[in-house]
């Protein structure tokens, strides 16, 4: 079965650095594109970056540009965020995501259990 779980999280202070890990299992992990997606309390969960099969080509939400990095080990079947000058305002449960296909039609996005970021003083 599909799994996705996220490592990394914690306490950081304003203009802190922290490092999320996503270990994938299930699925041919070096065929599809990885995300990061977050969701703070009260708000709709958003993208936060994405990245390509062989990580060729990545994207990022204007909020975090220039800060945040993603990355993926295909040979480790993990995916990475490397997040810097962290802000309070990006508090939140952060979650990896595989957009994976049950048909060739349609595609089901797969969750990790979420970690908790807290960028706070």
């Known amino acids: 079965q599909v799994q996705l779980v996220e490592s990394g999280g914690g306490l950081v202070q304003p203009g802190g650095s922290l490092r999320l890990s996503c270990a994938a299992s299930g699925f041919t992990f070096s065929s599809y594109p990885m995300s990061w997606y977050r969701q703070a309390p009260g708000k709709e969960r958003e993208l936060v970056a994405a990245?390509?099969?062989?990580?060729?080509?990545?994207n990022y939400a204007d909020s975090v540009k220039g800060r945040f990095t993603i990355s993926r080990d295909n040979a480790k079947n993990t995916t990475y965020l490397q997040m810097n000058s962290l802000k309070p305002e990006d508090t939140a449960v952060y979650y990896c995501?595989?957009?994976?296909?049950?048909?060739?039609?349609?595609?089901?996005?797969?969750w990790g259990q979420g970690t908790q970021v807290t960028v706070s003083s």
């Open positions: 995501n595989a957009r994976l296909r049950r048909s060739p039609s349609v595609r089901y996005d797969y």
């Open positions: 990245i390509t099969s062989a990580g060729g080509s990545t």
